[in-house]
């Protein structure tokens, strides 16, 4: 299931992005907090300028750039504010004027009488689009927690789950000691960024408390200090989910590797592989198989599937004449 999306409102935008991008409070303070940002696009209100309002997007942030204001400071001083009246009556969520251009005091005066935030910023604006999509696009993210870790082994994010006990942290730090990189134990957050998309973070809320593993009989293993540095990411795309299960006597599971099963996290449907874990089982090294085996699928190349059509090949073919097999010539 998908969870709702997130929203944040312009108030705690401004508050967080107020030093990196020397934001600027022009107007419309007293909406700040009561306006609520919930999605990473963003919306040019060129032809809502011009007079056309039949779709505005008013969800979106509005950037004016010098476009924009070029535009207006063309027109007559009346068409000016009958223009920009006409946009924040379309009640915008904010709007965002660029490179610190000068406006008219008519933006000021709707602004506060409207509650519609007016920030201004000295960034340029194409550059300004990309910064705010960006973390509009990690901030709304949809999210959710998995049991389990998470690793990087030969670049390809390993989702390792199963019950409690199972050996996931275990099989983690021998990854780990493998020369791979941990980016979370126990718990993963999840988010979905972009177009199917899973990014995997540690759900610790201190950087000081994540890459720890905690391993059952021996306590919590601090892998950046016995590792080093090489030993950890932040973050990771989740690519492959490798669920552990207890071995269980007639049970069935992947012989061939024709048929892929797939699971659905955040509603994007990733590879999923289930393993039977039995004592003396080498579990890195099975990770380790499947991370290579990925890459390969990825590049267009499916083992087990160029076997199985080599076999076909084989079988239907003709038998070979006994004649030619028992001639000692």
Known sequence: MVPAAKKITVGTLFEEKKEEWHLELL???NGMETRYVTTADINRPGTAL???TGVFLKERIQIVGSTELSYLTNLSQERYTQAVRTLLNLDPVAIIITKNLPVDEIWIKEGNQLAVPIIRTPLDT??????????LDYRLAPETYIHGDLVDVFGVGLLITGESGIGKSECALDLVDRGHRLIADDLVRV???GTGILMGYSAAKSPVLAHHIEVRGVGIVDVYSLYGVRAIRVQKRIEVQVCLVQWKSG???????????YTEILGVKIPQITIPVVPGKNLALVHEVIAKNHILKVFGYYPAQRFNDEL??????APVDPYITEDQE
């Open 27 to 29: 107007a419309g303070g």
């Open 312 to 317: 076909m090949r084989i079988m239907s073919k």
């Open 251 to 261: 049970a069935e599971c992947e012989r061939t590797g024709l048929d892929e099963q």
């Open 191 to 193: 988010l979905r960024r």
């Open 50 to 52: 011009a007079g056309y």
């Open 126 to 135: 194409t550059p300004f689009i990309h910064l705010l999509s960006a973390f």
